[in-house]
């Protein structure tokens, strides 16, 4: 069984930072895409970073590009996203995303990613 299990979320002050992890079983992170998403209060789901099942290649939204790494531990199959610099509109729920390909169209990432976590709060505050 496929299962992603994210953690790391909490409250942070503007200009902190914050990591999560993005555990995953019944495959490997050899085997599949991993995509980062977001979703704010009120607002649709924002793809915000994905990183190849090869780790070679990563993605960044222009939302977060320059303060958000994603990277990959391929021994502990997990994927991480570090995040610099939050502000207050980093606030949302954050999801990771599996069994897909980082496809990215008109500057977005398509969520059509096969398995999700539940998903992780984080708050910024001002």
């Known amino acids: 069984e496929v299962q992603l299990v994210e953690s790391g979320g909490g409250l942070v002050q503007a200009g902190g930072s914050l990591r999560l992890s993005c555990a995953v079983s019944g495959f490997t992170t050899d085997d599949s895409a991993i995509g980062w998403f977001r979703q704010a209060p009120g607002k649709g789901l924002e793809g915000i970073s994905c990183i190849t099942s090869s780790n070679a290649d990563t993605w960044y939204a222009a939302s977060v590009k320059g303060r958000f790494t994603v990277s990959s531990d391929n021994a502990k199959n997990t994927v991480y996203l570090h995040m610099d610099s939050l502000k207050p509109e980093d606030t949302a729920v954050y999801y990771c995303?599996?069994?897909?390909?980082?496809?990215?169209?008109?500057?977005?990432?398509?969520?059509?990613?096969?398995?999700w976590g539940q998903g992780t709060q984080v708050t910024v505050s001002s």
């Open positions: 995303a599996a069994m897909g390909v980082c496809t990215v169209v008109a500057g977005g990432l398509l969520s059509d990613f096969g398995s």
